[in-house]
């Protein structure tokens, strides 16, 4: 980059060095190299703190979401510190819920903290409060349990020293009436009572709080102050535990999942930050899946990763149940709650660590070496989850949004509009008119070769058709050629590839549910034969031996077209080309070694720029944990007049023969899984292209038929945007 123009922006108001303004700049090529020098940095600008050079404001919010502490002015330097309490007159909450109305000054309050929710900013452009954020506390005395705010400027300065279990002095407070809207969590001691008729009000002003953290040696037993009580459960018992039930897990990390972003409220710029994790611990062959939002802890929530030796577990506090065991697949998950807390360090001293469920996972951990777990753990990629459910009438029941189906003719719009790395679901109606596989060995060479970057400039449709007629043409003779040479690149990575059918248990979702679709990475060799104590949630890529893939031999059909495509294709006004598969989309298997890079990649773009250490490895390096490659689906709108198309990527298990028979394309999308059939007088599994076979078959059965198909859109950063197919509906018979 050059830079052509600059000018200096001076505030007249105020005494100082100016603003230097870039005007103008000229874009060349990428570099191989970069400097490791941040320009306009130097050894005296260090250490001058940072701040915003204009709109009078003290601090930067965090880059992707406004509840992360970010910066220098969020300190954590607060320390114990032994207190004499000879002059000191101390007042029990109880006491002072029956006096406060009457008073102007207010003893000091001697207090366990027992949660902490993360932080809430509720600024605005036109308000000139200088730190507006607010904290939750739950504290507790012998006498009950009540909730403590913390105001504006107080938040940075203690909010990142306080922690769960910590005892306080609180001086200097005000008292208010509760809100009467929130909802406090659950006290840790039912016979402590849950004080809600008022909340104690910490402000830097108004008066000025005095906060003190007492040191635990100080702490005496006459105090009567609760102890923290956690509601550890194991996997085993998570199927019997009811819905909204609030509960804490530890475990081992054996799939974490890409940050995204969900826009709080329709209308507003204002996000939550999120990601899917699976956790092990033992007790179950499935994992917990947990919906982890950011709990203001960013260097923690950026930072994790599947778990190894170094790394053994995680701890997360406060998570909520979620289920529905009427939907098929049945939905089970856990989600954070406004006070859950994650721990993946540190965990020496901590309340939980004497409780029994955690000293059981600890030795279960100790005793395992070089585990099945830990080996096959993967990172990243999209992620079909929570499922849909299977009618369309539950799924209009289960969304809340102000329009239910979107216009095929406004999905641009709604694609264009996305911010980054958010991620939506919206339901669109039209007609299935083209299918095409995509193997896995060239699913990111399409993508690579075929990027079309956000609002380019599209070719017109007429002439897009009449290249892919060409196209057509060119790919069905490369086929012929290929299924008569087994050593071709494409023929040869796809008919000799199989799937091991009894090395992986399949994930359930209860006793008698169906599977829940989840990547699984390839399998070592060396792990074959070996039956873990634990399944791998992913399931294994392996290689057939030349003699058994060549048994049963079957014509393999890549692409459906209908008839009803070939009249309408020249005549649209519109065709929206959404198909292509990313290498972000893609989930890795996880190396420990390149543990930084692959953190960097599913992780949001970071609010500072990092200069690389040496030159990164490609993504597309890393092993893939899908095997089944993708489709290329197109969809005709009910007008004929606009198309789409999108891709499909459906995982699939080898187990469960019973259920293994595709008789339509509606059952192999509700899970986005697909169960394969054995070859007759053969124990291996179809290869991944026979099924895919099987799939473009059930397609063609739905020739000319409505359908109401579900995307999930993501905009990547990079003029990337993936759309995917989530599920297809038949509305004439709601299935």
């Known amino acids: 980059m050059k830079i052509c123009r600059v000018s200096c922006l001076y505030n007249e108001k105020r005494l100082g060095q100016g603003i230097l303004c ?17 320009p306009f940095r130097n050894s005296a600008h260090k250490e001058i703190p940072e701040r915003p050079l204009r709109g009078g404001k003290s601090h930067y919010l965090a880059l992707w979401n406004n509840e992360d502490p970010y910066g220098d002015i969020w300190l954590t330097n607060k320390q114990p510190e032994e207190h004499n309490f000879n002059n000191t007159k101390i007042i029990s909450l109880s006491h002072l819920e029956m006096t406060w109305a009457n008073r102007r000054n207010f003893p000091a ?34 006498s009950g349990t009540v909730s403590v705010i913390m105001w504006n400027a107080l938040c940075p300065e203690w909010y990142k020293s306080l922690r769960v279990g910590l005892v306080l002095l609180l001086q200097d407070y005000s008292v208010k009436k509760s809100y009467p809207f929130r909802m406090q969590p659950l006290p840790v001691d039912p016979q402590i009572k849950l004080i809600s008729t008022m909340e104690i009000c910490l ?14 040696k100080q702490v005496k037993p006459e105090w009567r102050l609760p102890k923290l009580n956690h509601r550890f459960i194991t996997r085993s018992e998570l199927d019997d535990v009811p819905e909204n039930y609030i509960c804490d897990v530890i475990g081992i990390l054996i799939f974490v999942g890409r940050v995204q972003r969900s826009k709080k409220k329709e209308n507003r710029e204002d996000f939550w930050s999120y990601r899917w994790i699976h956790i092990a611990d033992g007790t179950s062959e499935q994992p917990f899946i947990v919906e982890l939002f950011s709990t203001s802890q960013p260097e923690i929530f950026e930072n994790i990763y599947p778990s190894t030796q170094s790394m053994t577990y995680f701890v997360c506090t406060q998570l909520k149940v979620v289920r529905n065991d009427h939907q098929v697949p049945k939905l089970l998950y856990l989600t954070t709650t406004n006070e859950s807390r994650v721990f993946i360090t540190g965990h020496r001293g901590q309340p939980y660590t004497n409780d029994t469920k955690v000293k059981n996972f600890i030795h279960w951990i100790k005793t395992r070496t070089d585990s099945e ?26 969304v809340k949004v102000e329009s239910l189906l979107t216009a095929i003719s406004e999905v641009r719009k709604e694609i264009e509009d996305l911010q980054y790395r958010e991620q939506k679901r919206i339901a669109i109606q039209g007609i299935i008119t083209v299918i095409k596989y995509i193997p896995h060995a060239s699913a990111t060479e399409n993508a690579s070769a075929s990027e079309t970057p956000r609002g380019a400039n599209q070719p017109s449709t007429s002439q897009a058709a009449r290249r892919e007629n060409q196209s057509q043409e060119r790919d069905n003779n490369n086929k012929r050629h290929q299924d008569d040479d087994p050593m071709s690149s494409q023929g040869f990575q796809t008919a000799y590839t199989s799937l091991s059918p009894t090395k992986k248990k399949r994930i359930v979702q209860g006793p008698n549910a169906k599977q829940v679709p989840v990547p699984q990475p390839e399998t070592s060799a060396q792990t074959k034969g070996c039956k873990p104590d634990m399944p791998n949630i992913f399931l294994n890529r392996e290689s057939a031996s030349a003699s058994a893939a060549g048994k049963g031999r079957r014509p393999i059909s890549d692409r459906w077209e209908s008839q009803l495509w070939k009249e309408k ?21 996880f190396i420990f070694e390149q543990r930084k890079f692959l953190t960097e990649q599913f ?18 390096d890393f ?30 298990s080898p187990e469960d023969l019973r259920t293994s028979q595709i008789d339509s394309l509606l059952s192999c999308m509700n899970y986005s899984c697909v169960y394969p059939q054995a070859t007759p007088g053969n124990d291996s599994m179809a290869s991944p292209r026979a099924l895919a076979s099987d799939i473009i078959k059930a397609a063609s059965k739905l020739d000319k038929a409505h359908i109401v198909g579900i995307l999930d859109i993501c905009n990547l950063g990079n003029d990337k945007v993936e759309v995917y197919l989530h599920r297809i509906y038949s509305p004439t018979n709601d299935s």
């Open 22 to 38: 870039i005007d103008n700049v000229h874009c060349g090529d990428t570099l191989e190299a970069i400097s490791l020098e941040t």
């Open 109 to 142: 309050l001697l207090v366990r903290i027992l949660h902490k929710s993360k932080l809430r900013y509720y600024g605005k452009p036109d308000k000139k409060m200088i730190e507006p954020y607010q904290t939750f506390l739950e504290v507790a005395d012998s």
């Open 203 to 216: 402000n830097l002003r108004d008066p000025p709080t005095n906060i003190i953290i007492i040191p635990e």
């Open 373 to 398: 777990e830990v080996k096959n753990t993967v990172i990243g990629g999209y992620y079909p989850y929570p499922p849909v459910p299977e009618t369309f009438t539950k799924y209009s029941s289960s």
């Open 569 to 589: 294709k020249f005549a649209l006004i519109d065709h929206l080309h959404y198909s292509h598969v990313y290498p972000e989309s893609i989930p890795r298997k």
């Open 603 to 620: 992780n949001s773009q970071p609010a500072k720029y990092i200069p690389p250490e040496g030159r990164p490895p490609n993504l597309d």
């Open 623 to 652: 092993k893939s944990a899908r095997s089944l490659g993708h489709f290329e689906v197109t969809i005709l709108g009910l007008n004929h007049e606009i198309a789409i198309d999108v891709a499909f990527l459906p995982m699939y």
